[in-house]
């Protein structure tokens, strides 16, 4: 079956970095177009990033662009997000999603921004 598994998620003062990482599996990874996407507390589901299947197309939230970097390695069937200058209202838990025969969501890793 469908699995995606994120870590990578921390506790960071504002202007740091992380990087996440997704892993999926039961899929053809390098068939699909991945997403990353982020909840805070109260507040809805909010789109962050996506990748085309090849790694050649990259959009972004325009509260992240310049900021985030998604990027995939279809070779180790892994998702990332470089996250630099990180802002306390980048909080939130962060959650790789793939749609193939419907979505498919990871449990998410926490993000937390706070000096």
């Known amino acids: 079956q469908v699995q995606l598994v994120e870590s990578g998620g921390g506790l960071v003062q504002p202007g740091e970095s992380l990087t996440l990482s997704c892993v999926g599996s039961?899929?053809?990874?390098?068939?699909?177009?991945l997403r990353w996407y982020r909840q805070a507390p109260g507040k809805e589901l909010q789109w962050v990033a996506r990748?085309?299947?090849?790694?050649?197309?990259?959009n972004y939230a325009e509260s992240v662009r310049g900021r985030f970097t998604i990027s995939r390695d279809n070779s180790k069937n892994t998702l990332y997000l470089q996250m630099n200058s990180l802002k306390p209202e980048d909080t939130a838990k962060y959650l790789c999603?793939?749609?193939?025969?419907?979505?498919?969501w990871g449990q998410g890793t926490q993000v937390t921004v706070s000096s």
């Open positions: 999603n793939v749609w193939v025969d419907r979505d498919y």
């Open positions: 039961g899929f053809s990874f390098s068939a699909y177009a």
């Open positions: 990748i085309s299947k090849t790694g050649d197309t990259e």
